[in-house]
C-alpha cells in the first residue's frame, strides 16, 4: 500500500510550511528533515542485505518525529513524513529496518494519538486532514503486517486489538478495510474460531476487493488496491479450514459463476494470459491463487470440481513447467509456497491415477519398503527408512526427535530434508523421500496444520501411498477436521515438553515404529497397498455431484447391488482382526448402519475398526465423537445432517463387536489351554488351535 507524495527537494512548497506562521522553527531543521525523507525515498533496495544506511536515516526521523509529532506547529512536516513512510514500507524487504528501530511501537503510539478525541490534540487533527493521517498510519502498520517479522512484532504489541478499536469508532469504510486486512494476518487459529462473525466480514470484504480489481483488467486496481493484495491476504486465511468451508460454501458474495473455485480458476486464466511477463506483479498474483487453489485441492470434498476441469488442467502443467525469474526485491511471506511446488501439489492431488507428474512408483518398489521392513535387518542390503514430516517451525523439536532416534536405535535409518534435499528439485527429493521410506512420522503442531507442504506430504504419504503414519502430537493443539477423521484411529505419542523430550514417550514412539516395521501394524500389510504402477490416489470420499435426473434414482441402489453382489461371509467365524474392506461393508449392512457413515471413515481393515471402538467406550466418548464427526459429515456430504440416532447405532454396533471379540479371544485361549486339547496336541504333534 502506497501514496502518491509531493517533491520533498521543494523546500519553499506551501504545503510543507507549518500552520503557524509565528512559529519559530529553526528552518534548518525543517530542511534537514525533508532532506532526511527525500534520502529516504530514493534509498534503492541493497542486494547484499547491508541495511545500515537505511536504519541511520529512519532512526534520525524517528527521533525528530517522537520529539515533534503532537506539536500544532510541525502539522504539515509531520503529515509528509507519515506519507513517506507508507511509500517507504511498501517495500516489504524493507520492513526489518522498521522493526529494528521500533517503528511498530512508535506507530501505535501516534495512531493513539490521532485516535484520541482528547482536549490536547494537536490542530491538524481536527482539521480535513485528520482521516488521511490515521489512514497513513494504518497503512504503514499493515505494509509492516505483510512480513513474517513484522506479524511476530506487531502480534508482541497486542496491535490487531488496538486496530479492532480503531475500526469500531472510525467511519471511513477505506480505513475499515485496511484495519480488517491487518486483523486478518495478525490472527491465529483460535482467534478466528472465536470471532467468526468479525472474520466472515473480513472475509466478504476480501473477496469483493477481488472481484471488483477482477474487472479492472488489464491493469486489475481498483480502489487503490491491486488485486494481489487481498488474495495474499486470504493465502494466509485459507489453510484454516473454517476459513476455506466459508469462501468455498457461505461467502455473502457475488463472483458470476457456479462456484467460488470455478472463479479463481477463470481469474487465473485471464490473468496468466493478458498480464505481460516483464509486470513486477505477475509472478506474486499468480502465485498467490495457485496456493489457494492447492489447499482447495487438497480437501476430497472440494478437488472433483478442479479435476473436471481440463482446461486448468492444462494450465496449470504449463505453470509447473515454465521458467520462473524471481526478483530479489520482492518479499515473499513463509506461508505463501512457490509457484512451482504449488502447481505440482494441485497436479499430484487432481491428475488421474495414470497421469500423476511426480516421480513414478512402480509396484515393486511400493512392496520393497515393506518387504524389507518385514525381513530381519541381516538379510538385506540396507535399513528400513524412516521419514519425519514436519513444519519448519518446529525445527527445535524435529531435531530433538531426530537426535534421540540416532541415538537410540540399529534397526532403522532416518529420512529427513536438510539431510536429503541440498540439491535438486526440494518436492521431487521429498516425494522419493516419502515414497523409500517403510514409516511416516508426522509432528503435528498448529504450524503443521496452517502448512501447505505438510498436508501435502501427510495426503501423499497416507492417501496416495498408503504408507504407515505414526502422529506425534506436539503440546496441546487440537488437528483440524480433514487431519483427525485420520488420525483418530492411529496410535499416536504427544510431547508436552518441547524443551526436552520425554523419555518414555520416546520409547513408545520407538516401539511403534518398530511396530510398524515388524509388519504387526494393519498398515503395513501388502495386501493392502495399491496395484497400480503409480502413485494412486485415495479419496476420502468421491466429492458430491449434481446428478443427471435420469440417475436420481438409480444412485441408492447402485451400491447395495455392488455390495450384494460379491460373495457373502460368515463374519461369526472370521476374527474381526481379519476383515477386510469387504467384511466391513457386510458388516455395515447387515447392521442396518448408514452406509454414508462407512464412506466417511473409510477403514480399510477390522483392525482400524476395533481401534475406533476404544474411542467410543461410554456414553459421553460417543457423544463427543458424534459432535466430531457431525462437522466432517456436513462438509463431506454438502450440508447434510448427520443424525445422532444414526451415529449412536453405529457406536452401539461397534462396541457389543468389540466385546465379543474380547470374548471369542478368552474362549480362544481357554480351548488352547484345556488338558483335553493339550492331550489331544501330544497325539497329533501340534500345540495350535485354529478357529475357523
Request: aromatic share 8%.
Amino acid at each position: 500500500m502506497s501514496e502518491t507524495s509531493p517533491n520533498a527537494a521543494n523546500s519553499n512548497n506551501k504545503d510543507l510550511e507549518t500552520n503557524d506562521e509565528s512559529a519559530t522553527m529553526d528552518i534548518n531543521d525543517c530542511k534537514g528533515l525533508l532532506s532526511l525523507l527525500d534520502k529516504l525515498e530514493n534509498l534503492e533496495v541493497p542486494t547484499n542485505d547491508d541495511l545500515k544506511g537505511h536504519d541511520h536515516v529512519l532512526q534520525l526521523v524517528l527521533n525528530y518525529a517522537n520529539t515533534n509529532f503532537e506539536s500544532s506547529k510541525y502539522s504539515n512536516v509531520i503529515d509528509y513524513t507519515l506519507v513517506t513512510l507508507l511509500n517507504y514500507s511498501n517495500k516489504t524487504v524493507l520492513v526489518p529496518c522498521l522493526i529494528e528501530t521500533d517503528y511498530p511501537r512508535a506507530l501505535l503510539k501516534w495512531l493513539s494519538s490521532v485516535s484520541n478525541l482528547s482536549p490536547n490534540l494537536f490542530v491538524f487533527i481536527c482539521s480535513q486532514e485528520s482521516p488521511e493521517s490515521v489512514h497513513r498510519i494504518v497503512g504503514t502498520i499493515y505494509n509492516i503486517s505483510r512480513h513474517d517479522n513484522g506479524i511476530q512484532v506487531l502480534n508482541s504489541l497486542d496491535t490487531a486489538d488496538r486496530i479492532k478499536e480503531v475500526q469500531t469508532h472510525n467511519e471511513d469504510p477505506e480505513v475499515n478495510i485496511v484495519c480488517s486486512m491487518i486483523v486478518a494476518l495478525l490472527s491465529t487459529s483460535e482467534q478466528i474460531k472465536n470471532d467468526r462473525k468479525r472474520m466472515n466480514n473480513i472475509l466478504d470484504q476480501l473477496l469483493q476487493i477481488v472481484v471488483d480489481t477482477s474487472k479492472r483488467s488489464p491493469r486489475y486496481q481498483c480502489g487503490g488496491w491491486h488485486i494481489s493484495e487481498p488474495l495474499i491476504v486470504l493465502v494466509r486465511l485459507i489453510c484454516y479450514d473454517r476459513t476455506l468451508d466459508y469462501i468455498l460454501q457461505h461467502a455473502q458474495v457475488e463472483f458470476g459463476t457456479s462456484s467460488t473455485a470455478e472463479f479463481l480458476i477463470k481469474i487465473l486464466s485471464k490473468f496468466h494470459k493478458e498480464v505481460s511477463a516483464d509486470d513486477p506483479l505477475k509472478l506474486s498474483t499468480c502465485t498467490a491463487l495457485c496456493n489457494i487453489l492447492w489447499s482447495i485441492s487438497l480437501r476430497p470434498q472440494y478437488k472433483q470440481e478442479l479435476q473436471e476441469n481440463e482446461e486448468f488442467k492444462l494450465l496449470i502443467e504449463k505453470i509447473a513447467n515454465e521458467e520462473v525469474v524471481t526478483n530479489s526485491a520482492q518479499y515473499v511471506p513463509k506461508y505463501i509456497e512457490n509457484i512451482q511446488k504449488a502447481a505440482d501439489g494441485i497436479l499430484c492431488n487432481i491428475k488421474n491415477n495414470n497421469q500423476v507428474n511426480i516421480p513414478t512408483v512402480t509396484v515393486y518398489e511400493r512392496r520393497k519398503s515393506v518387504v524389507e521392513a518385514l525381513v530381519p535387518p541381516t538379510l538385506t542390503d540396507s535399513k528400513p527408512s524412516v521419514m519425519i514430516s514436519y513444519a519448519h517451525s518446529d525445527n527445535n523439536v524435529c531435531t530433538q526427535l531426530y537426535n534421540e532416534l540416532v541415538k537410540s536405535n540399529q534397526q532403522f535409518d532416518i529420512w529427513i530434508d536438510w539431510k536429503n534435499t541440498k540439491t535438486g528439485y526440494l518436492w521431487g527429493k521429498i516425494a522419493d523421500g516419502i515414497t523409500e521410506s517403510s514409516v511416516i512420522l508426522c509432528l503435528l503442531s498448529n504450524k503443521y496444520y496452517e502448512s501447505k507442504s505438510c498436508q501435502q506430504e501427510f495426503v501423499y504419504a497416507h492417501d496416495i501411498l498408503k504408507k504407515p503414519v505414526i502422529p506425534v502430537y506436539i503440546l496441546d493443539d487440537k488437528p483440524p477436521g480433514w487431519l483427525a477423521i485420520h488420525t483418530c484411529i492411529m496410535k499416536y505419542v504427544r510431547f508436552r515438553n518441547t524443551k526436552q523430550l520425554e523419555q518414555e514417550k520416546l520409547k513408545d514412539l520407538i516401539e511403534m515404529i518398530n511396530e510398524n516395521l515388524s509388519g504387526t501394524s494393519s498398515k503395513t500389510n501388502v495386501d493392502l497397498l495399491p496395484p497400480a504402477s503409480v502413485p494412486l490416489h485415495h479419496d476420502l470420499l468421491p466429492v458430491a455431484q449434481k446428478p443427471k435426473k435420469e440417475e436420481k434414482e438409480l444412485k441408492p441402489n447402485t451400491l447395495h447391488e455392488e455390495t450384494n453382489s460379491r460373495p457373502k461371509t460368515d463374519l461369526s467365524r472370521k476374527l474381526v482382526e481379519k476383515w477386510n474392506k469387504s467384511d466391513i461393508e457386510q458388516w455395515f449392512q447387515e447392521n442396518k448402519i448408514s452406509m454414508d457413515l462407512c464412506k466417511l471413515y473409510q477403514f480399510e481393515d477390522g483392525t482400524q475398526l476395533l481401534s475406533y471402538a476404544a474411542s467410543i467406550s461410554n456414553d459421553e466418548k460417543i457423544e463427543l465423537q458424534c459432535k466430531l464427526y457431525s462437522d466432517e459429515f456436513a462438509e463431506v456430504y454438502k450440508g447434510k445432517r448427520l443424525l445422532p440416532h444414526k451415529f449412536t447405532t453405529f457406536a452401539y454396533a461397534l462396541r457389543k463387536l468389540s466385546s465379543e471379540q474380547v470374548k471369542a479371544k478368552l474362549e480362544t485361549k481357554q480351548i488352547v489351554n484345556h488338558p483335553a486339547t493339550e492331550k489331544s496336541a501330544e497325539v497329533t504333534g501340534t500345540q495350535t488351535c485354529e478357529i475357523l
